[in-house]
Every structure is written in structure tokens, then in C-alpha cells.
């Protein structure tokens, strides 16, 4: 599968701990994008790298989370002393800045914070 | 930021009917407007999109339609099927190149 994807699919934790996902885009896609997407909702933005740079960080992220993409390819979102109201899907994104038109989504992490 | 409305939250139409769903968006410098189509569980998929030099395109069963002047664009499904049932955001993408999605349309096609 050539496709984004992500890891794991869903997580069950507690809350207070801390937890982090992994995605990894589609090969030579040099912007990836993390979006919230809470039930009966659409997708947030979060955040979004273009290579390794990390340009732009909604004010949906908290200072529990921070997002990283060293080598400009998977990215990992880490998120410190979850609370309930973290509870959502995950879904990561890729695009090819050369060929911007699309975003091509991930399967998704389902989190739940119990 | 960038703003985007989505109406109706939900939409039944009898198999054979078309659907419309209209959305706007408050960013006059948004200039691209992707569809998602989202199957229960599954990961969003783009079905079509516009870009602002554009008025209308159409792909089949599909039509977007977009007024800059007004800051609307809608999403026009012909001839439904059982399988057009799904969620369907759009979206609305300015120069900074992140996407502002709608809340959804749970449209739900009956045999």
C-alpha cells in the first residue's frame, strides 16, 4: 500500500498518561498536515510541515502536544498528560507541494482518554 | 481565519434523486475548494474539487459549482445510488495551503 499511513489505528489510554503517533507519508510528499476530527465534525487543522520545518500550529495545539518530522518524512504527534477532552480521531495528510491540489489522507488514530 | 458553513447537516434522498449541498466560506482569498467523500471508519477521500478560476466542473455523476462573488460553492450529485451514501465535507483552502473543512453532510440514499 503506497498510501498515508498511520500507526496505531486506535489507542486506548488513560488519563494523565502520554501517548504518540506515527505517520508516514506517501514517498517524496514534502508537506504533511495533522488534523482533529471529533465526532460529527469535520477534519481540525493542527499543524503542518513542509519538509522537516514545522510552518504553522493552530491554537487548537496545546502546549501537551508537540508534532515532529526530523528527516521530513514520518512525523510523530505526542500528546503529554492526556485529558477526556482529547478524545477524538487523529488523521494525518500529505501532499506534493509541486502538485498541491490534493491532500491525500490517512486511515487515522482513533484516541480515547478514558 | 478562514470559516467554512455547511448546510444541511443531513440529507435523504430516494435512490434515483439528486442531492445538493451547499457550503460558504468568509476567506476571499481562499482559491481552492475540495470535496470529501467519508465512509463510516474509513479516512476522508477527495471525489472533486474547484479551483476559484473556475465557475463550475463536473465529473460524471458529480458537479461543483462556485460563486467568488458571493463566497458560496455547492456540490451536485445526479442520479444517486445506495453507495452515495456517506459523510461529505467541503472545504476551503487559502494561500497558506491548510484546509478549513464544514461540519458535514451525513447524506443517506433510500432504496
Known sequence: DTGVSQDPRHKITKRGQNVTFRCDPISEHNRLYWYRQTLGQGPEFLTYFQNEAQLEKSRLLSDRFSAERPKGSFSTLEIQRTEQGDSAMYLCASADLAVDNEQFFGPGTRLTVL | ?111
Open chain 2, 1 to 111: 481565519g478562514e470559516n467554512v458553513e455547511q448546510h444541511p447537516s443531513t440529507l435523504s434522498v430516494q435512490e434515483g434523486d439528486s442531492a445538493v449541498i451547499k457550503c460558504t466560506y468568509s476567506d476571499s482569498a481562499s482559491n481552492y475548494f475540495p470535496w470529501y467523500k467519508q465512509e463510516l471508519g474509513k479516512r476522508p477521500q477527495l471525489i472533486i474539487d474547484i479551483r476559484s478560476n473556475v465557475g463550475e466542473k463536473k465529473d460524471q455523476r458529480i458537479a461543483v459549482t462556485l460563486n467568488k462573488t458571493a463566497k458560496h460553492f455547492s456540490l451536485h450529485i445526479t442520479e444517486t445510488q445506495p453507495e452515495d451514501s456517506a459523510v461529505y465535507f467541503c472545504a476551503a483552502r487559502s494561500n497558506d495551503y491548510k484546509l478549513s473543512f464544514g461540519a458535514g453532510t451525513t447524506v443517506t440514499v433510500r432504496a
